[in-house]
């Protein structure tokens, strides 16, 4: 293709960008520095973890930020079979459950990295570089949609083994707005719905915990010290904020009743302490970076880069829906992380990676 003009990044995004992470890491040292000093010996170990990552990601964005996104087209395949790689290396001994019921991680160099998260850029880059290629019919279901779909559907039977169910649906649904923008028939999506209904139900229902999740969901506090404890803490943590919060650095629920305050719960702590004001700051700036996200895609000089920074886009947008609908009890416990916000070394890492390719699309759109 010919090379468009390049231009300066687009700063409404950086601004976002930086103002979520400096909230995040304010908030993850306000929600973590009691508990880390009693069971780390340290107050600042949290901080100290997500400041590094954070750091490493902020290079990494700056680097891909540079590189002309239309290169990475070539290099979408070997991305997706590295993907496959860490996910089947989770399940040898290098693979870590950090004390959990779940492995997920894998433990590099005094490191752990989830490669879960690793697949949602992998899978972002390889359909936008498939679905745009001059080859694929997309009126034809077979030709186009189905080898993604295919994919992604292994790639979500490795995650959701580990097990990780919440983190595999955020992926395949990013997956599937990439399908649909790049012009996939609604009656195909619809069939595929069907198709994929019972097996998803199936999942779910197998599994006794997520049976009680619902059902926590449904009604928490038919069980308030078991099922329905993580929604019930989470909504005693937002109903004192009122409108300015009880101050920052100030909150009860973190202290060892609030689950995971740090992490999957951090939008809590914030609503808890920094009250409507400051839950509102965040979904504020979300709204600004996805309005650029999109507005980037729109303009995008070619169908690729469309493509690629609407699934960006769209994979941070559905995480950070689903980690505030859980908060807020909207619907059951996931275990999804707010980007950029919680603590989390693999997901604030790829999240920085896929906004400095996003921001090197900016370079390029058409203004």
Same mark, same amino acid.
């Given at each position: ?14 601004? %976002? ?5 400096? /909230? ?8 973590? +520095? ?9 107050? +600042? ?13 902020? %290079?990494?964005?700056?680097? #891909?930020?540079? *590189? ?42 005094? #490191? ?71 012009? /996939? ?51 005693? %943590? ?42 509102? %700051?965040?979904?504020?700036? *979300? ?27 769209? /994979? ?38 896929? #906004? ?12």
């Amino acid at each position: 293709m010919k090379k468009p003009q390049r231009r300066d990044p687009d700063f409404a995004l950086i601004l %976002a960008i930086l103002l979520l992470l400096s /909230m995040g890491l304010i908030m993850v040292f306000s929600a973590s +520095y009691v508990i880390a000093g009693e069971s780390r010996g340290d107050p +600042y170990y949290f901080l100290r973890r997500q400041a590094l990552w954070v750091g490493l990601g902020l %290079a990494g964005m700056f680097i #891909l930020s540079r *590189f002309p996104y239309w290169r990475y087209r070539r290099l979408s395949l070997f991305v997706l079979l590295a993907n496959f790689v860490l996910l089947t290396l989770v399940f040898t001994p290098l693979g870590t459950d950090l004390g959990t019921d779940a492995r997920r991680w894998l433990s590099i160099g005094g #490191l752990t990295v989830q490669p879960a998260e690793f697949s949602k850029l992998a899978f972002i880059l390889f359909t936008a570089a498939y679905l745009s290629s001059r080859s694929v019919r997309l009126e034809n279901f077979w030709s186009s949609s189905f080898i993604p779909l295919v994919l992604v559907g292994i790639n979500f039977i490795f995650v959701a083994a580990q097990p990780d169910v919440g983190t595999a649906l955020v992926l395949v649904a990013g997956t599937m707005v990439i399908i649909l923008l790049a012009g /996939m028939p609604i009656k195909h999506l619809a069939a595929l719905v069907l198709l994929a209904l019972p097996p998803l139900l199936a999942i779910i229902f197998k599994a006794e915990y997520r049976i009680r999740r619902l059902m926590a969901f449904l009604d928490p506090w038919a069980d308030p010290s078991g099922t329905g404890y993580q929604i019930i803490q989470s909504l005693l %943590a937002l109903g004192p904020g009122h409108l300015f919060g009880v101050g920052l650095g100030r909150s009860r629920q973190k202290l060892y009743y609030l689950p995971e305050p740090q992490n999957d719960f951090i939008f809590a702590v914030i609503g808890e302490e920094l009250g409507f004001v400051g839950a509102a %700051a965040v979904l504020l700036l *979300f709204f600004v970076l996805i309005w650029r996200g999109l507005k980037i895609a729109m303009a995008a000089p070619d169908t690729f880069g469309s493509l690629l920074a609407a699934g960006i886009t769209a /994979m941070i947008a559905i995480q950070a829906l689903t980690n505030i609908a859980v908060v807020t009890g909207s619907i059951p416990v996931t275990g999804i992380t707010l980007p950029l916000i919680s603590a989390g070394g693999s997901s604030v890492f790829i999240t920085l990676c896929s #906004l400095g390719v996003l921001l090197n699309i900016s370079r390029y759109a058409q203004k």
